[in-house]
């Protein structure tokens, strides 16, 4: 009797692990501007300011969103110059992206513009069933004395770039970053819903004859990190 009670708690113990929701986020953007600091403030609620990054870090962790438990893979782009563009491989195994400039930086803001054009490049000529949900985030907000872009000009950008635009400063602020995170997997979550409704809609085109779906290359995942 015991030991069935045991099975069965093991089972259901299982069946909510893999009933976790998981997001992968890239995080894009200019030398300097706090992408590290943003992404382990929102992990760990830590600040930690200096950093010496020889390449991309990639972290896995589970953070509760809105009462569910949600598995974020993050890939925090170790940018050297306003040279680098994202791959095509990263972009398209990414379900979303943070675009982050300095506010202090108005470099990094242009920057941003040219990440954007490169990633409508690169949708463009690697097809996806799917948008690209975007978050952009103004950083270094602590530090308005030495203002470089308004925050005016963030949210005009935003609205050009259909996505949502918070300024924050990693340095001293915890909730605000995390909301920031948090809006994009809503939004993730949103754009898997409208997807699969579309892919229903073209299988059962399909089986009346009327349209035809052919199914893609799914997705490449990146091997799990810790």
């Not at 299982?14 to 894009?28: A, F, P, T």
């Not at 605000?176 to 948090?182: K, N, R």
């Amino acid at each position: 009797m015991s030991s069935n009670s045991g099975i069965k708690g093991i089972r259901q113990v299982r069946r909510k692990k893999s009933s976790l929701s998981e997001v992968k986020i890239v995080v894009l953007g200019a030398p300097g501007v706090g992408k590290t600091a943003l992404t382990v403030r929102f992990l760990t609620k830590r600040y930690i300011g200096e950093y010496d990054h020889q390449s991309d870090s990639r972290y896995k962790h589970e953070i509760m969103v809105d009462g569910d438990p949600v598995i974020f893979e993050i890939c925090d782009t170790c940018t050297k110059t306003t040279h680098d563009l994202p791959s095509a491989d990263l972009l398209t195994w990414a379900d979303g992206l943070v675009l982050v400039y300095s506010i202090t930086d108005r470099s990094s803001f242009t920057y941003l513009k040219q990440v954007f054009n490169h990633i409508q490049e690169v949708k463009g000529s690697h097809s996806k069933d799917k948008d690209m949900p975007m978050v952009i985030l103004g950083n270094k907000g602590d530090m308005v004395h030495l203002r470089q872009v308004s925050s005016e000009e963030g949210e005009i950008l935003s609205k050009d770039y259909d996505c949502n635009f918070f300024e924050v400063a990693a340095a001293d602020q915890v909730t605000e970053v995390a909301d920031a995170f948090h809006e994009l997997f809503r939004e993730v979550n949103a754009t898997r819903r409208k997807n699969k409704t579309s892919l229903l809609d073209r299988v059962l085109g399909t089986k009346s004859g009327n349209r035809v779906y052919h199914r893609g290359k799914s997705d490449s995942s990146l091997a799990k990190f810790q």
